[in-house]
């Protein structure tokens, strides 16, 4: 029986970066194979204004209100994350139910070179007022620095914690070669979720986000969220 891929919606969440771009590829495969597609960054839909102010909470409900939309227009919704993205939809549904599956990319359980992050963190404040001007100019696309310790206090903190509340189905997607999240870490964290379906997918080459191939990572959702048509 054919799937009516217009009744079904992905919700798309961006890493840590200071827009969505990094997942628009992916809305225009999903799109042409008849999906709906809803995008946000890490902090939501709307444009972030000064991003040292963004707060963990903030960027959870934002998150929150843009798969609750889809879902009053949609029967079924999906989320995929990258990274940051990927970990926020998990923080989603350790309360809520709106998700129907969730595909996570380079899952943050562990971060590598975390001690290095910590130090440029502490020098953030002396360069934030420069690029906080500079990332005005969008063609730039700078990093949002200013959420840095605000991200990495919650990866290492409220994210690894109840757990066992997703029920969920979930898809972890991970490179072996991700230099940004340590893959060995997914089975310990995967297997506290209390959905029995949940599955972890390795790849030997790409990067944290999977060598940016949207077309790889729609057609493991597809076939793990089990849309294939007959």
Not at 37 to 43: K, L, P, T
Not at 115 to 134: A, M, S, T
Not at 205 to 230: C, Q, S, W, Y
Request: overall charge positive; aromatic content about 12%; proline content about 3%.
């Amino acid at each position: 029986m054919k799937t009516d891929n217009s009744k079904i919606c992905f919700v798309l969440i961006a890493g840590f970066s200071s827009d969505s771009q990094q997942i628009w590829n992916l809305g225009e495969v999903l799109k042409a194979a008849g999906y709906g597609v809803a995008i946000g960054s890490f902090y939501g839909e709307a444009e972030a204004g000064d991003f040292s102010k963004l707060t963990e909470a903030e960027c959870i409900s934002n998150i929150s209100a843009l798969i609750n939309k889809a879902a009053d227009k949609y029967e079924s919704v999906y989320g995929i994350g990258i990274s940051l993205g990927g970990a926020l939809l998990l923080e989603y549904a350790k309360k809520e139910n709106g998700l129907s599956g969730i595909v996570s990319v380079g899952t943050p359980f562990l971060l590598r070179n975390i001690k290095w992050i910590r130090l440029g963190i502490k020098f953030f404040p002396i360069i934030y007022p420069v690029w906080k001007y500079l990332q005005k100019i969008k063609k730039f696309r700078l990093s949002p620095i200013g959420a840095s310790e605000m991200a990495v206090d919650y990866m290492e903190g409220t994210f690894l914690e109840n757990l066992d509340k997703i029920t969920t189905p979930t898809l972890f997607l991970h490179s072996k070669k991700d230099s940004v999240t340590d893959y060995r870490i997914l089975p310990k964290y995967a297997s506290m979720l209390s959905t029995a379906n949940h599955k972890i997918v390795y790849f030997n080459n790409g990067d944290h986000v999977i060598d940016n191939d949207p077309r790889l990572i729609a057609k493991h959702a597809i076939k793990f969220f089990g849309l294939e048509t007959a």
